[in-house]
């Protein structure tokens, strides 16, 4: 059974850093497209970056030139690096997976494209 274990995340100050992981197990990593998904108080579960298998990469217009979505196939780990971080980032972040293989496209901006989730981890940014 595929099992997505998030860390990272925390409280940090307005332009400040973070980076979050998420790592995958289970299952075969590198055939898998990933994303990052972020879900304030009160407010559906939105989309923030994602890596498909090939390396093609995603980002909402709001974290574009900020953040930086990564995959590293040996570790089985996803990243998610935010830079100069915003008070409206502020939100709980969950890393998502494709089950179907070797599957990319605009799709993953979606969250009905993942079907396995991680615990999801707070991201704070305090102005």
């Known amino acids: 059974q595929v099992q997505l274990v998030q860390s990272g995340g925390g409280l940090v100050q307005a332009g400040g850093s973070l980076t979050l992981s998420c790592v995958v197990s289970?299952?075969?990593?590198?055939?898998?497209?990933m994303g990052w998904f972020r879900q304030a108080p009160g407010k559906e579960r939105t989309f923030v970056a994602a890596?498909?298998?090939?390396?093609?990469?995603y980002y909402a217009d709001s974290v574009k030139g900020r953040f930086t979505i990564s995959r590293d196939n040996d570790k089985n780990t996803l990243y998610l690096q935010m830079n100069s971080l915003k008070p409206e980032d502020t939100a709980v972040y969950f890393c998502?997976?494709?089950?179907?293989?070797?599957?990319?496209?605009?799709?993953?901006?979606?969250?009905?494209?993942?079907?396995?989730w991680g615990q999801g981890t707070q991201v704070t940014v305090s102005s």
């Open positions: 289970g299952r075969a990593f590198s055939s898998h497209s």
């Open positions: 998502g997976a494709v089950r179907r293989q070797y599957y990319s496209g605009n799709f993953l901006v979606g969250p009905d494209a993942y079907d396995d």
């Open positions: 890596v498909a298998w090939s390396g093609s990469l």
